[in-house]
Structures are given as C-alpha cells and as structure tokens.
DNA sequence: ACAAATAACGAAATCGATTTCTTAAATTAT
DNA sequence: ATAATTTAAGAAATCGATTTCGTTATTTGT
C-alpha cells in the first residue's frame, strides 16, 4: 500500500490540486458539494498532507526542540511531561536532545535548530555553560527561547524558575534549627545558575547565624563523574569534622550521599541530617524518608511551553522577556527531625 | 539577522543554485577551486540547508518516532538514553510522543507517522492495546517498526524484550525458598503482554510447588488510576490471608507497594516479602532496600535503535523480523531475605 | 438589459533544496 | 586539424503541498 498524495488525489476526483488543496483547508472559493466530496475522498483514501512539504511552504514546523542536560533526573522527567501535554493540546511535536551536561554538544544542537527544523526552543542549559554566544545566536534568528529550571543569569530571555535562594536559605536555617552545628551545601557546578543561587541562599543563612567555622568550607562542589563525586562525598563523611547536616542540591547527589552513609554506617539524622533539592518519588520510602524541596517540576515544564508558544504564535504581542518563579515545597521528612524528636 | 539560503548564497558567489549545491555536497561534477571557495562562503554565513527542503526531496527525514506509555518510568528514562546515543551518533533526531497508556492516543501518533514525517517507529506499547491494527498499517506503508520491552504476543515485527516468563518464574521460586508459603503477584494489566508472561512464569513456579491454596488468587490486577491501585493494594494487605510475599511487575507498583506497608506499619521483609521489576536507582537505599529484577534498559534502548537503523538504511538486507532477547538480572536486597536472616 | 459583482474552479508561482539534463569550453585522440 | 571526450557549470524538473492570480459562468444591481 502506497500513502497517495494531493495530485494524485486531485488526478482521481478530476479537479485540480489547488481545489483539493484548498477544500480540504475548507475554503470558501470552493463549493460546499465538492468541498463533501473531496473530504469523503480523502479519508477514504488515507490521504494526510506531507508535513515537510507544508512546513516548507508556510515556514511554520509546528516543531519545537526540548533541550536537556540529561533524561535520567526525575525533575527532568516530570518537566518533559508538562511540556508534552501542552505541545500535545496545540498540535505540536516534540524533538528531545540532550547535552549529557556538555557545553560543546548543546552549541551543537542549537546549531541544528536554526535552520528552520523547530519554532521554538525549551532549554535548561548544561553546567558546563558560561558562555552563551550560541544561545545568542539562536535569538538572534528570531527562534523563540524560553529556559526552564536551569537558565543564565544574565541572558534577556524568558524563562521559569524557581525560589532557588530562598529556598537554600530555608534549608541552612532548618538544619541549624534541627541543631546542625556544621552544615555543607553539595553543588553540582560552581557555574551552574540554580545551584549557584541555592548555594548562595545557603551560605548567606549560615553567615548570618554566625555558626560557621570556615566560610570557605560550606559549599563542595560534586562535578565531574558520578565516581568521582560518591569518592567526595566519601571523604568529605571520613573528614575531621565531618558535617552533620548536609544539603544536596539535586537529585543526583542525594543519592549518593545516601549511598555513601549507608556504605559508612552513618546514620541519617542522628549522625547526618539531609535535605535534597529532589523531586523523587522514592523520597518518602528510603531509609530514612528524605526531606525534600520539591520543584514544580511538572508546572514548571507547562509553563514554559506556554509562554513558547506564546511567543511562536503571537510575537508581536509578547515581545519583552517574561520570568516566572514557581515556588518550591518543602516536604519534611524523618532525614532532617532535630535530635529531640528521636524515637 | 537573517538565515541566507542557496539561492541568495549562489547569487552572492555568482554561481548557480546547483553549482553551489554540488559544491557543498562535494560533487566531482565541480572544480576544487570553486569547491573551496563555496565552502567557505557558506561557513561565512553560517549557511545550514532547510532540513525540510531536503527532507522533501530526498524523501528521508533523518528523524525516528520513540512512541512510550508514559516517561517518569525510570525504566524508560534510560532506555530513552539508549536510542538517542544511538540516534544521535548517527545524525537521527528523535521525536518523542507519548501515549499514556492509552491506545486511542497510540493510534493517533501512529497516525502522524504514516505520513512521511519519521523514517522509522520504536514503540513500547500502551496497556490497553490489544488491536494491531493501527501497527500494520504502519508496516503495510513500508515504515520500519520495532518495539522495545512491550511488544505484542503475535505481531510479526522486530522486538527487543527482556526473558519475562523466566523472571517470573524465578521470582516465585525465589519467594518461596524464602519461606512465602502466600506469594502474589501484583500485574499491571491483563493485556500487556510483558505483565502477562511474568505472571505466566510466576503462576507456573507457584503451582509446581504446590503451595497455592487458590489458583485464581495468585495475580492481582492493578489497572486503574494511582488512588485505584493503592487501594487494590491496601485490601489485599488488610484481607483474611494476607500475602506473605510480593512481586510488583512494575516500578510504580513496587513503590505503591512500600507506601502502603509503610502506612499500614507491615514489616517488609518479616511479614510480607518483595521482588519488584524494576531499574529503580534507589532501590538500595529504600527501607529496606528492595530486591529487583532490573532490566536492561540501556541496552533494550540501543539495541532496539540499532535494529531499526539497519532497516531504515538496508531495507533490502534486513527483511525478516528479528527478536532479541536480553537478559535481566537479579539484584538481591534485604525486601527479601529468608527469616533465618533476620537480625 | 447590460454592467458589476460573485461563485467556483484552474494555472502557475512558490517554499528551498537536489538531481537530471544540457551546454560551452577545454582537452585528448587520431 | 578535426573529431571525440572530458571538465565545469547552468537550466530546468522535481519533491508535495499552499497561495496568488486568472478565468469562466452565474448572479445581482440599477
């Protein structure tokens, strides 16, 4: 079975491609009897319109790219999620991509995205990115661009985020509440915006409760390879004066530091409190319920995909860059409860 | 800033559109002088050819459809991971549609398929499809299909999946060895051909041992809604002959599965034992951590693309279906240790 | 009753590339 | 020196739709 095309269509019906074209876009130029007789065809026929030879003719794809730093992270899942169903209600496809986290594969795929393949662009940025010439580049084309969770400081674009300082400061002061003496912060990327500002709201509370014996000491940085970052965590448990509470700043390092702790035979909280920046499902059911700040990460993926579209569909109505801050919750759980509380 | 296209390039190089084209497309046709000249005008200007011009012509999208029930499965996550490392090393752009489970919704995108935009389908079918229909009229349109993990029983396509009936089987054996004199197994539709051969194992352990007091009560079926599901579950826990093992054919279920016992204070391992299909990353870390069949998620994912990319682009060479199967494996945790072990 | 307007359809241009078919000049062969 | 071949490039067709611009009939207006 051979899929039949608009000519060969109009060939059997004896019209002309520029009637069938246009009664099955329902135009008033045609009569409303051939308009029956063309659509009863059609369907008949299986007949659907070549994609790329419409996109070609109405410069429109009705594509946008979702470019991600990595699939695996339960935010990114949930946020993939709320883009679908948006793009899904307005006829949209989507085309994933995924940096794996480097800088060079994300300049390379934004490349690909200028050429016409998408409409649009949802990003949350790799943490190797500094630089942001070729996000730049995209804007320049006139793509719309909208960064979700993970967007530059200093790029004038929209973008949804979250109350990442508040909510690091929340977590400093919930663990010196719970009496923690010697909190840490766990980031990912000394670059990356988000867990720049968590670490920031963190320090500041720390600082601020005057509690802190070294000020160089509250923030580690866990980049580089899932090993070498569960060997920090490690050493950092092994130290001296080993933390007694600890912030992970994704999901990633939550993980570990849970892994490691078991590993040690730390106990969380007597030994260890934790809060992780997590959206994991799994959170309420470790060993022990790990406390949690809950992204909107559904939401945040909706939101984003709207304010897309937005700008796709109606660009001269919104031209100035839009910023969206979800807030985070937090769920507390048994990985954080002060020493009193315990059983 | 304006995107420059072939025409505006060949005006500005004084050459034809076809020159520049061959040019670029390296053709002996053209003299390496020109060749060299073209080339680097067109990296001047940052000149990318319309993918859908091209597409068009050539009749090839470079493009593939991953069509998944639902994507905050961790299962899917990796095997996404799988086929874009794959994809991407081979120039293919992945378009991903969700089906959620519902197969009004897999029609739909298959729908979207026939009509030119993908050169080729992976799918992990919905639970409720049991038709295959909407599958072959996507082979009689000449489109490469492979499914990954949920493959239909009698559809003669190629399949990656996993050794399901043994697994089943073993996890039952495993139980009761354990000491279950009560095990159940949790499926998650009676159509999904996946649950079904895991029960069909479990079944045919269970009985082979002799221990089933009624056969018709060792597969429980959890379709419905997440609310539906935990309160299938939570019966099940609160009935007369309460389980003294589980086996969750699915992620979602094993995690249902550990908030109910959490909720209603059921020691797993002591009172209830459970083995969970699963790639949940914190299955270690649960409380307790829980023993899992995980599967090769990966792995199912690069071998599914690679299958389908030997047929996009050997159709001649790769005419008969294929179907690999790849191996689980057992991963033993403390949900299941024999009551000898308890401490 | 005759000009103006409308209805219904077809021819041809267009989107941006690729590819086949020509053509003119340069080179080789005899 | 003339025919045959090769080289390098351009013209035009093509992919499959959409859209602009014409072109007939038919209807409406005065």
Redesign the pocket.
Known sequence: MK????????NLL????????????D?????????KKVREFAVKHN????P???S????KSKTIAVILPEVADNYFSLAINGIQKVAEARGYHLLIYLSHEKYSIEKAVLEECS??RVDGVLISISSETTDHSHLQKLVNENIPLVFFDRAPEDFNASKVITNDYDCGYFTAMHLIEDGCTNPVFLSMSSALPICHRRAEGFKAAVLATGIASDPNKLVHYCDGTEEESMKKIQELFESKNRPDGVVASVERLAIQTYMVAQESEINIPKEVKVIAFSTLETAPILNPPLSTITQPAYDTGTKAAELLFQRIEKPLQYTQPECVVLPSIFMERKSCIPKSHFS
């Open positions: 899929r039949i095309n608009l000519k060969e269509l109009a004896n019209l002309s491609t520029s009637s069938v074209s246009k009664a099955l876009r135009s008033h130029e045609i009569s409303e009897e051939t308009k007949y659907s319109p070549n790329y030879a419409t070609l003719r109405k410069k050429n016409g």
